[in-house]
């Protein structure tokens, strides 16, 4: 298994990543603190630092690096941050990270400029309040953020970068700046208005070597270490690894329905049996059903999921029939996403 920003491969063995990384889990007690969220029942938001350590007075920071289309990974990050932010009625500071992608990838700038553009209208339809949330684009925004990251860089070596990310000597020095970067708004906005507010950070596992770097950091420049809660990965159709546009078969966000009724029948490993007949007598097997899998992460109500679970193990559902339930349970979220997308006035997010 490896997990970190720019790799992730392997069967994830998130038991192992708390140790690894050094997160606490997530107890029912700090879960209540938050609110009530499939997304925290299902233990999808499973891990956290400083939690307990919350008070009312907090900001949300999370951000996306644009070079793709949107996928639905990434939207389960959003739609649970602006759940907190509809709970706590707080701010969200959201950073699209184009140096990064810029960097990392090989892909033009100008390529990169339009992504970005493209994933900040998809970040703003997920409904975040326009008045309480804040778009950084590290590029345009750079007269706020460049005198910070580099207070933050000060305090960074190269070999801590180095082993923090597994880079190498030809990993190019832009890569090794970036970190910085993703560090500022854990502390901006407290400069911005001379505030004290604590900041939280809703992201998937794989960001967390920067933010470990982070909490080293900012108490050096006098600035409190923010909290943060992570979640696990919404696995590939096809069962191991994580959802990735790499891999060629993510649902993104714009997708059509047909699309959408395409890629899951053809590429979602189901834990039906070989028979009908077979199927009827011993039933499917939910645990290593991707449709299954995927409805823990976007079916909200309880009742509705183990309805499905035990008809489904029954045998009495087929794999079709519950592959079925999940086109229309997403073809319904992306309806009401691109509907969204349509009436985006992205003026009213930048900051
Ligand atoms: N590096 C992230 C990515 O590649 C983008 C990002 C920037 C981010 N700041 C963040 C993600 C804070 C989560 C939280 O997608």
């Known amino acids: 298994m490896k997990v970190t920003p720019y790799e992730v491969k392997g069967k994830i063995d998130y038991e192992k990543l708390i140790t690894k990384f050094g997160v606490k889990r997530l107890t029912p007690k700090l879960k209540r603190k938050l609110g009530d969220h499939h997304l925290l029942r299902r233990n999808i938001f499973f891990a956290h630092r400083d939690l307990e350590k919350l008070t009312d007075n907090f900001f949300l920071y999370t951000g996306c690096g644009p070079s793709g289309n949107i996928h639905l990974g990434h939207y389960i990050v959003w739609e649970f941050t602006k759940w907190l932010q509809d709970q706590f009625g707080c701010d969200v500071y959201f950073q699209f990270t184009d140096d990064e992608k810029f960097l990392y990838k090989n892909m033009s700038y100008d390529d990169i400029q339009n992504w970005t553009k493209e994933n900040m209208l998809d970040v703003a339809a997920v409904g975040f309040n326009p008045k309480k949330t804040f778009f950084i684009v590290n590029t345009k925004h750079a007269n706020l953020m460049y005198p910070e990251a580099i207070k933050v860089a000060k305090k960074l070596t190269l070999s801590t970068v180095k082993s923090a990310f597994g880079f190498t000597n030809e990993t190019n020095i832009g890569s090794y700046f970036y970190t910085a970067m993703q560090t500022v708004p854990t502390f901006l906005p407290n400069i911005l208005d001379g505030g004290k507010r604590q900041c939280l950070i809703p992201y998937a596992i794989d960001q967390d ?49 047909s699309q959408v009724k395409k890629k899951i029948n053809k590429y979602a490993f189901s834990g039906g049996r070989d028979t009908v007949k077979e199927h009827r007598e011993k039933g499917g097997n939910p645990d290593i059903d991707t449709s299954f899998q995927w409805l823990r992460y976007f079916e909200a109500s309880d009742k509705v999921l183990d309805d499905i679970e035990l008809k489904y193990k029954s045998g009495e559902m087929l794999s079709g029939e519950l592959k079925l339930i999940l086109v229309n349970k997403i073809n319904s979220i992306l309806a009401e996403h691109q509907k969204r997308r349509e009436k985006v006035v992205l003026n009213q997010f930048m900051l």
């Open 209 to 257: 070597p920067h933010f470990r770097l982070t909490r080293d950091i900012v108490p050096k420049l006098g600035h409190q270490k923010p909290l943060s809660i992570q979640c696990k990965f919404l696995p590939a159709l096809q069962g191991d690894g994580k959802l990735s546009s790499s891999v060629g078969n993510a649902i993104y966000l714009t997708d059509s329905p």
